[in-house]
């Protein structure tokens, strides 16, 4: 059973284009994030929900955004790609604040390619 | 601001070496620090978390030390194999929610 899924793997798209990744845990986690991982391999952070809660927004463009119908869901919309915006976008999750570990589980990543 | 270093950036070794990759940071005031691993294309692999107030925890093969004071840990490998082989991550979770990551030790294995 996949803990942290993300859909779709891949994509490759169009400049303009807007795009969506989902994001699914089944953990019982309260805590979610985006990450992005650039062509050098350095993850920066660039989103955490905590209940629904959007909790870090960091230096963002306001082209992408969060939506995390439920505390096991975390979807990343992004608007009118750039060329910039090729990247694999990790989404993790981690347990509530207070429990024990607040280890990081990561999804598999998904590959975005604008042409 | 919390900035988290490796050293070295890549490192290659012979198959059986023992061999040690580290990691530091800036600012003492961590909740843990998780050590991963990524394969090329894939994921990353939880392997070590280490909570603020501990020194050390060991998974097999691997160690892995916490030395707040001074801002660095280390991720002990022994009698590396060439399954080791991959990019090795050290991630620092601050009081708040934030992780912040190192730029990752990139590690080929000799057969």
């Known amino acids: 059973d996949t803990a942290v899924s993300q859909t779709p793997k891949y994509l490759v798209t169009q400049m303009g284009n807007d795009k969506s990744i989902k994001c699914e845990q089944n953990?019982?986690?309260?805590?979610m994030y985006w990450y992005k991982q650039d062509s050098k391999k350095f993850l920066k952070i660039m989103f955490s929900?905590?209940?629904?809660?959007?909790?870090i927004n960091e230096t963002v463009p306001n082209r992408f955004s969060p939506k995390s119908p439920d505390k096991a869901h975390l979807n990343l919309h992004i608007n009118s790609l750039e060329l910039g915006d090729s990247a694999v976008y990790f989404c993790?999750?981690?347990?509530?604040?207070?429990?024990?570990?607040?280890?990081?589980?990561f999804g598999e990543g998904s590959r975005l390619t604008v042409l | 601001k919390q900035e988290v270093t490796q050293i070295p950036a890549a490192l290659s070794v012979p198959e059986g070496e023992n061999l040690v990759l580290n990691c530091s940071f800036t600012?003492?005031?961590?909740?843990?620090l998780q050590w991963f691993r990524q394969d090329p294309g894939k994921g990353l692999t939880s392997l070590l978390l280490?909570?603020?107030?501990?020194r050390e925890q060991t998974s097999g093969r691997l160690n892995a030390s916490l030395d707040k004071s001074s801002g660095r840990s280390t991720l002990y490998i022994a009698a590396s194999q060439p399954g080791d082989s991959a990019t090795y991550l050290c991630?620092?979770?601050?009081?708040?929610?934030?992780?912040?990551f190192g730029a990752g030790t990139r590690l080929f294995v000799k057969a």
């Open positions: 953990l019982g986690h309260d805590t």
């Open positions: 993790a999750s981690s347990p509530p604040r207070g429990e024990v570990t607040g280890e990081l589980f």
């Open positions: 600012d003492s005031a961590i909740y843990n």
């Open positions: 991630a620092v979770k601050t009081g708040g929610f934030k992780t912040i």
């Open positions: 280490i909570q603020s107030s501990q």
């Open positions: 929900y905590n209940n629904k809660e959007l909790i």
